[in-house]
């Protein structure tokens, strides 16, 4: 068979590999297998497909337009990653690597399809934020919106996660609407190139919204513009290397780098031997050293106990470790496959042999397994006697299976010894006690991308040390490259620009399509609640007739309803209380009343009401008073084939015209 020619995705053609092609090995076999890179790539045309083609259909979408893409997109990899699994073992991982890379990346797109339609709007502007009132009178006031950037996403791919790596990059940048161009690190591309591939095929993503590079990107760097954005998976070195080019500072491009790290995890002092949570502690570390073969940017480094426990979690953790089975990740049984390539391997045993200046191994042999051939390499866990005093345990990261247990005297100094990463991805704290928690996120939360804290009462769900939930920020400070990705909306942001925009409120209304109060009133043709989703206009109002409230009124619903809560009902009580006049009606008796107001009916297009946001009580309503509401078409989000929500800005006034109530009434209605 001859090599792979892992392809280019250039300007809507496939480009075979060229001069400058590198060749790539078997992790299994250290056999090459394909080839990829061509120093004639043609970054101009690449960077001319994705900004003037890519860029103006995606940004003709809406939020909601491009999370369905996503979603489709992630059930089409979906019925597809057999094949994937399939290729993605020549790269060393296992079944349950692929778990990870492969399902992991798949599901990532779903949580930022299912964010993109609940938590975005079904528009082209995203708000940020409430409004600010910059003006006494309310006829001028502000608001941040983002919107995306018109340039390019250019992704650098680490190899380790060949899929995951990619799709958890381009789910933010396509829901921002966003063109993408990736670059998957090239030991593992053919991976990433079948992915791209099958996404490509299935016609889900507009032209020029994809665009991939095996092997170098050429001098596409220094071409990138003030509406680019470069994100990095990689080592410390390269990311400095990228982050100093000066057309980045120049052009002020943004850059989010995700580098090497060296995560901890902290047994607390409550978490002895015996303890649900000292083998909860033993199986997370030992998972955590043997996933991908310990090629995980958030693995498990350095394992710090309380001095006590050294002893015996050096024993658990060599035990388990024991029984990681070594081998041909295509076999069955197989718990740990082999490092990326022959130069990772060699690279792991060196930085091991560093680590090994300071610390005495105390698990793992010299032999390598499968007679040294590929990247298999056996765990290695090393014991250092004296943490305070080394360096290198704490700033040589081996990229592999190898992590070194250390002791504490007490909280402060635990914190103190995962801090001296300088900066982390993640850092783990098992746990039942809350005060130690808190210490521990105190001290420690600055310095650390994510804690993640664990305990018998949450072990059974939790998510694991190591991986990065889309729902959460993934990255961290310092030594980690301070970048940030993921967190839900917040990962869409890292490719919008944030804009304060100031104005009226009927401006504000025209460009947020979310109805600003003192923005023009529309007058229907009919009671709103009688018209269909999409007829209902933005600013569209009713305001109702007043009705007055009795003492009757007061003392029935209170009895009917049991809260008989004395400043409704003793007149002397309410009077002591600094809020009350005397007695005053029930807050929940005037929002009855003002749905009793608004409200019509009749069967129609108002499906249910699902809720209510923002309430606010401003001033009491006395017997003898009366309200009045009004009723005002505040924001419209689709939500099915069938309905969706209608936000509805309601307030209420009393015969003074004094707001005496204001809140946020949500409905489903029929399209
Ligand atoms: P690199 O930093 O060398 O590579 C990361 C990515 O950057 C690859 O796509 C690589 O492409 C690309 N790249 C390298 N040089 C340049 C350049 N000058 N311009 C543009 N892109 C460039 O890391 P490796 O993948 O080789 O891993 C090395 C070490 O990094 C590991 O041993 C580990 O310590 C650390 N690492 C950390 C990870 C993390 O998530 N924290 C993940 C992976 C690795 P190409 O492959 O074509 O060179």
Redesign the pocket.
């Known amino acids: 068979m001859g090599l792979q020619q892992v392809e280019s995705f250039v300007a809507g053609e496939w480009v075979k590999p060229g001069a400058g092609a590198r060749a790539i090995a078997s992790a299994i076999t250290g056999e090459v297998i394909a080839e990829a890179g061509n120093n004639a790539l043609n970054t101009g045309a690449m960077l001319d497909y994705a900004v003037n083609v890519g860029g103006p259909s995606l940004r003709a979408m809406t939020f909601h337009d491009r999370a369905r893409m996503l979603k489709a997109l992630a059930m089409y990899l979906s019925e597809r990653k057999q094949a994937l699994y399939d290729l993605s073992f020549l790269t060393g991982a296992t079944q349950s690597d692929h778990l990870i890379d492969v399902d992991g990346g798949i599901g990532t797109m779903f949580v930022f399809a299912s964010k993109g339609r609940r938590e975005m709007p079904d528009g082209q502007v995203y708000l940020d934020g409430d409004l600010e009132m910059l003006s006494r009178n309310g006829t001028f006031q502000g608001m941040h919106v983002c919107t995306p950037l018109q340039g390019v996403a250019v992704h ?5 996660f060949p899929v995951w790596g990619m799709l958890e990059k381009l789910a933010p940048t396509i829901l921002a609407g966003v063109p993408a161009i990736v ?5 593992t591309c053919y991976v990433t190139e079948l992915a791209v591939k099958m996404m490509l095929e299935s016609g889900i993503l507009p032209k020029g919204a994809l665009q991939f590079v095996a ?3 050429g001098d596409m ?1 220094d071409r990138l513009g003030a509406q680019d954005a470069v994100a ?4 410390a ?3 400095l ?2 982050r100093s080019n000066p057309v980045f500072m120049r052009n002020s491009v943004r850059f989010a780098s ?4 060296l995560n901890a995890s902290i047994l607390g002092p409550d978490a002895g031997p015996g303890t649900a949570e000292f083998d909860l502690f033993v199986k997370e570390v030992s998972r955590e050293m043997t996933t991908k073969a310990g ?1 995980k ?1 958030t693995a498990i480094r350095r394992i710090i106990a309380p001095e006590g426990v050294v002893q015996p979690v050096i024993e658990a953790l060599s035990a388990r470790l024991a029984k990681t089975v070594i081998g041909d990740p295509r076999e069955e049984g197989t718990r740990m496959g082999a490092l990326v390539s022959e130069g ?1 391997k060699r ?1 792991v045993l060196e930085k091991a042999a560093l680590i090994g200046s300071e610390a005495e191994r105390v698990f793992g042999s010299d032999d390598l397994p499968m007679d040294g051939k590929g990247g298999f390499v056996n765990p290695m866990l090393f014991h250092c006697a004296d943490p305070d005093k080394a360096e290198r345990v704490h700033d040589t ?1 081996a ?1 592999g299976p190898v992590s070194t247990v250390m002791g504490y005297r007490d909280l402060d100094h635990a914190v103190a010894l995962a801090n001296r990463g300088g900066g982390s ?1 993640v850092t783990s704290l098992i746990t039942r006690d809350g005060d130690v928690a808190r210490q521990v996120v105190l001290g420690a939360g600055a310095w650390h991308g994510r804690v993640y804290i664990n305990n018998a009462d949450s072990m059974k769900e939790s998510t694991g040390h190591g991986s990065p939930m889309p729902h959460m920020v993934h990255g961290g400070p310092g030594r980690a490259g301070g970048g940030e990705e993921l967190g839900g909306v917040r990962g869409v942001k890292h490719y919008m620009q944030r804009t304060a925009v100031q104005g009226s409120p009927d401006i504000l209304t025209a460009i947020g399509q979310k109805w600003v109060p003192g923005a023009a009133e529309i007058e229907g043709p009919a009671h709103p609640f009688t018209r269909r989703f999409g007829d209902l206009a933005i600013g569209e109002t009713i305001h109702t007739k007043a009705r007055e409230v009795t003492m009757e009124d007061i003392e029935h619903f209170a009895n009917f309803t049991g809260d008989t809560f004395y400043a409704h009902m003793d007149e002397e009580a309410a009077k002591r209380n600094p809020f009350f006049p005397g007695r005053v009606a029930h807050g929940y008796l005037l929002l009855s009343f003002a749905a009793g107001l608004f409200v019509e009916p009749n069967e129609g297009p108002v499906l249910a009401n699902t809720g209510l946001d923002g309430l606010r009580f401003m001033k009491p309503v006395e017997a003898g008073h009366s309200i009045a509401a009004r009723l005002t078409v505040k924001h419209k989000t689709p939500r099915n084939d069938e309905y969706g929500e209608v936000r509805w800005h309601v307030t209420l006034t009393n015969q003074d015209g004094d707001m005496v109530a204001e809140y946020e009434l949500l409905t489903m209605v029929a399209y």
């Open positions: 650098i791919n680490a190899f380790n670059k998957p690190a090239t030991t092997g170098g990107l760097l990095f998976t990689g080592s070195d390269t990311a290397k990228l995700e580098q090497d790290s090629q940017c990772q690279d990261e990229f991805l």
